[in-house]
C-alpha cells in the first residue's frame, strides 16, 4: 500500500484531519454518483490548493482529435474524453467580508469526511480559524438522489464559535470548466443561456461537436437554527456563471444553513426545448419534498440495493470496508436503468482512459450485475454491444478487413474506435473475445437462450468471420498463427502468437458454428432472417474450421506450459520478488522500452485464458501456468489481483488467495498503484466481487447447475453473500465450521456443495 489514512469502518469511508497533501486523492475516495451523474467529493466553499474539479453527465462526451506524434492509417480520428460539465455544488462562504478557504485558513481542526455507504451520503465536518481569527464550524451533507436521478442535494452550515458574524452564502451555477484531460485545449463546451426564475437558475450550455444540450440547475433555501428564511438574494451573472448572494448576521453559536438542490437535465432525455421547463419541474418537486425528505428516500433506496448486493465479512474490518466501497462504487456508476449506458473504467470519478466501455465489462462487470440485479440488467449490456455491430464492422472495414467481419472497439462510446494507442487500436484485439464469452457466460448463467436467436448470434458470426481473417497459414508451423498483437498483458507489444488471443480466437469460431447449428435446428424464422443479412456460405464455415482446428499455441516441453506468446522464454527471466522495490512500479520508474524487454506481466494473460475457460484445463494444468507466471506479474493493472485471487482459492493457497483479495478491494482505498488521486477503477471492482463469489465462495455452473465450494480465509470468522440466479434468490453464509445455503426467492432449486446434490425449498414464513 501507499496511503493508510482512511479508518476501518463497516459502513463508512472515513477520513480524519486535514492535510493539503491528500486532498486530490480524497476527492476521489469520497466520490458520489448515481448511475445518471456523479461528481468528485471537491469541496462546496471555494479552495484555492491544488485540487482536481470533476462534475460529469452519464453518456456525454466530446471528441477530442487525436494528437500523436506519427499518423498511422487506421488511427481513430478522436480519442473520447469523458466530460466536466458545468458545476452546479459551489457555495461561496464569506464570514465578515472574508472568503472561508481550507488552504488559506490559520488553523483548521477536528475535520472530518465520511462517506456513509450503506445510506448514500457523504458528509464534511471542521473547525477552522479564518485569517481575520473568526472561528467558524462547519457542516456539510451532500448525496445524489436514486430517486429523483436528475438532481442532487446539499446541506451546508456554518456557526460562528467567538462572536456575532456575517454570514454570506453564495450558491453559483458555473459552465466556465476545463477538463484535466485534453488533447489540444479545445473548448468544449458553449454556453447559451444563463437565466433565472425567482430562486431557481439555469445555464443553457451544449457540447462542442457532439452538440448534447443540458440545462444546468439550482435552487436554494436558508435557515438559522433551522427555522426557514425569507431572504432577498443579490444576484450577479456573467456570460457563464450566475450566483445568488444571501446574507445574515448570525450570533455565536447560533446556526446559519443552506439548503441547495442543483443537477442536469440533457436531450438524451427530454426534448431540447423543454430543457429549463423540466430542470423546473424536478427542482419544485425537489424543493416540495426538502433535504430531510429527500434524504430519507437516499436511504430506503440505498437499503434496497444493500439486500441484494451486500456481502458481509465478519472479524475483518478492512476486508469488509473493501468490499462494501466497491460495490457502491460500481452502484455509483451503472444501475442498469438506461440501456445506451456503459461502464466507464473511471466512472464518475475522473477523466482518465476516456470513453465509457472497455473490455473489462463484458469480461468483469457482467457477472456483478447478472448476480446483484435483475438479469435484464446483464442484458442490457449484452444488447449495447449489439446496438454497435455496424459500427464494429465498419471498424474492421478500416483496418482492410471485409465480409461483415467485426472488431469492437478498445475503447467507445457510440461504437466507434476511439483509442489514440497504436498497440491498443491495432493490437490489442483480444477485445472481441471478451464480448463473445460475455454473451455464453450470460446464457449459462441465466438459461435465456432467447438473446442469441434474438441478436447474439449476428454478433458472434461477425466477430468469427474477424478471426478467421486475421489468422495467417504459417508454412513453417503448418498451423494457424495471429501476428502482431498485444494481449491483456500490456507490457508485452507486436507479439505473435499470444496465447490468450489465439485460444480465444479458436473458442470463438468454434462457439459460433455451435450456436449456428442451434439457431438453425430451432430457431428457423430467426435463422433466415439473420442468413438472408449475413449470407453465410459453406464455403465459409469451413475456413472457419480450419482455422479453429488447427490454431497454433505455443507451448514449451522444457517448462511444460504454454507460452505467453513466442519467444517468452528468451527474455531475462528475474522474478518479481528478486526485482529492486525502488523499481516499482515499473509504469512509473522505467522508460517502455526496458518494460517490453522485461518478462513482467502487467496483468493476468495466459492466466486469464485459465480462468474464462477453467474447464477446458485439469487443476494440475492450472497449478503449473500460475507457478510459473504469477512469479512474474507486477499486478500493476487494477484487473489483475481479483483473477490471482480466485486461481488461489481454487488452488486452497488461501494466504495467497486472500493477499490478492485484500489488494483489490483496498486498490484505491490505499493507492497500491499511486494513482488515485486520478481517479478510481471502477470496473475492476467487480473484479473483488468475483474474488469472494467464485474466488472463497467457489460459485460456477456445473452440468447446468449452480455450484459452490466454500473456503474461508483464516483472517475472517465468517463471510455471507446472496446471488440471484435465474431469477432465485440464493443466500450463501460461510463460517470457519461450515456452509450454509438458504433460498430466499423462488422455487425449489437444486444446486451443487462441494460435489455433492442438493435441494433448496423456501422456508415457511
Known sequence: MNQDYIKPDNWSIIEEGFDVERVKSSESLFSIGNGAMGQRANFEEYYSGPTFQGSYIAGVYYPDKTRVGWWKNGYPEYFAKVLNAPSWIGINVFV??????????????????????KEGWLSRTFKATLPNDVVVAVEAKRFLSLELDEVGAISYSITPLNGTAEITFEPYLDSGITNEDTNWDDKFWETTAVSQDENKAFIEAHTMKTEFKTCTFMASQCFINSEKLALEANVSHTERSISFKYSQQVKQ???????????????RNHEASQLVYAAKTVLEKAQDLGFQHLLAQQELAWAKIWEMADITIDGDVKAQQGIRFNIMQLNHTYLGKDARLNIGPKGFTGEKYGGSTYWDTEAYCIPFYMATKDQEVARNLLEYRYNHLDRAIENAEKLGFTNGAALYPMVTMNGEECHNEWEITFEEIH?????????????????????????????LIGIARFWQQRATYSTAKKQYVILGVTGPNEYENNVNNNFYTNYIAKWCIDYAIE????VASEYEADFDRIQNKVQLSPEELEQWKAVAGNMYLAFSEEENVYLQQDGFLDKELITVADLDKASRPINQKWSWDRI?????????????GFYFFEDHFTTEELERHFDFYEPYTVHESSLSPCVHSIQAAKLNRMDQAYEFYLRTSRLDLDDYNKEVEEGLHITSMAGTWMSIVEGFGGMRIKDNTLSFEPKIPKQWEGYSFK???????????????????????GDDLDIIANNIKMRLRLEDE
Open 96 to 117: 465578515n467580508g472574508n472568503p472561508l478557504d481550507l488552504f488559506t485558513c490559520k488553523e483548521v481542526v477536528a475535520f472530518k469526511r465520511e462517506l456513509n455507504m
Open 596 to 608: 517490453l524487454r522485461s518478462p513482467y506481466i502487467k496483468q493476468a494473460d495466459t492466466l486469464q
Open 515 to 518: 450456436n449456428i447449428k442451434k
Open 431 to 459: 477485445r472481441n473475445g471478451a464480448i463473445a464469452f460475455a454473451i455464453f457466460n450470460y446464457y449459462r448463467y441465466t438459461n435465456d437462450y432467447s438473446y442469441i436467436p434474438e441478436k447474439g448470434l449476428e454478433v
Open 253 to 267: 453559536d447560533d446556526t446559519f444553513s443552506i439548503h441547495k438542490f442543483g443537477g442536469y437535465t440533457v436531450d
Open 723 to 745: 446471488v440471484n440466479f435465474r431469477n432465485q434468490v440464493v443466500k450463501v453464509k460461510v463460517t470457519q465450521k461450515g456452509a450454509e445455503f438458504k433460498l430466499e426467492k
